[in-house]
């Protein structure tokens, strides 16, 4: 690992390892990817979420190139979106994400959602398997599974992804989702650990909630939430267009909620997603 990196990286099934803090550019202009991925890099990030959905793939491969980082040191991921579920599908949509980022080799590539009524994840799954298996891509896993999706694929082809991105703050903990991924090992990744911003917002009550544990340890609510996740092994990959909320959000490895603190923000549990279930999108 190189000098400078910020926070642990946690073990793959595979024998990879994923940093547990990276950055998500979902809804991050194009225009702006370069510098954000670029300074975000310098500040000690390892990770970029991205995918072909959010239409900043080249920016990310560009900002990677220009951060002048050794390309093993920093771990990107992109993911197949619903319209490419297939054999040959997926293998062309893995064609146009690597065009576009402009990489040798994927790190980490995920089916974007099962989108089950089109019931065709598993032949994406198994095109994944063979782009793995040839070299082009280090690791496979899924985002947006709940448990009865994993299992399918896991009886179907007997590959179990490495990680699980799905919706996941404290409105949304997912216990039910993280029981599953850690008794078949795969490490569960949260997006939206901010619920979009929403846990911030001024006058609710989890923002009344949060200033009080972030006044008691000398943090911003947002580091609070963050440690939250990542003091319960979870890889979190926020997203800020601004390269000071970045730098912000990555200081959550020198200081420890404790029990009441974790207690108090568990309280905070509604159920209320920001997106949508993973049965109803196709
Ligand atoms: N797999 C999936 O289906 C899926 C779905 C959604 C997201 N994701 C991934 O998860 C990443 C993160 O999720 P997200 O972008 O939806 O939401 P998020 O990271 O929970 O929240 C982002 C929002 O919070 C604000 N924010 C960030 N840091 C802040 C801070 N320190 N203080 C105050 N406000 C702050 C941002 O505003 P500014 O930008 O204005 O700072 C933005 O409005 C995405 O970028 C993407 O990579 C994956």
């Known amino acids: 690992m190189s000098s400078g990196a910020i926070g642990p990286r946690i073990p793959l099934h595979d024998g990879t390892s994923i940093p547990q803090l990276g ?21 000690g990030y390892r990770h970029v979420d991205t995918a072909a959905l959010y239409r900043n793939e080249r920016e990310v491969g560009e900002g990677l190139r220009r951060s002048g980082l050794p390309r093993d040191e920093v771990l990107v991921t992109s993911k197949v979106w619903n319209d490419a579920h ?15 980022l402009g990489l040798d080799v994927l790190d980490l590539y995920l089916i974007h959602w099962p989108a089950p009524r089109q019931n065709r994840f598993v032949d994406a799954w198994r095109a994944m398997i063979a782009l793995r298996d040839e070299g082009r891509v280090r690791s496979i896993g899924v985002s947006n599974f709940e448990p009865h999706h994993v299992q399918r694929l896991i009886d179907e082809t007997g590959v179990v992804p490495v990680v699980n991105q799905v919706e996941l703050h404290p409105h949304l903990p997912q216990r039910a989702v993280r029981a599953f991924d850690a008794e078949h090992g795969i490490v569960t990744e949260s997006w939206s650990p901010l619920a979009r911003g929403r846990m911030l917002e001024p006058g609710s009550r989890d923002a009344s909630v949060l200033a009080a544990i972030a006044q008691k340890h000398g943090r911003t609510p947002a580091q609070i939430v963050l440690r939250w996740h990542v003091q319960q092994g979870l890889v979190v990959i926020p997203k800020s267009t601004s390269l000071a909320r970045v730098e912000e959000n990555a200081a959550l490895f020198d200081f420890a909620l404790d029990a009441d603190d974790l207690a108090a923000i568990d309280e905070l549990e509604t159920g209320e997603r920001t997106g949508k279930h993973p049965d109803d999108l196709d």
């Not at 054999?87 to 062309?92: C, I, P, V």
């Open 23 to 43: 950055l998500g550019v979902y809804k991050v202009p194009a225009a702006q990817t370069v510098d954000l991925v670029d300074g975000a890099l310098r500040l």
């Open 86 to 100: 297939g054999l040959d599908e997926t293998r062309r949509a893995f064609d146009d994400t690597m065009r576009e």
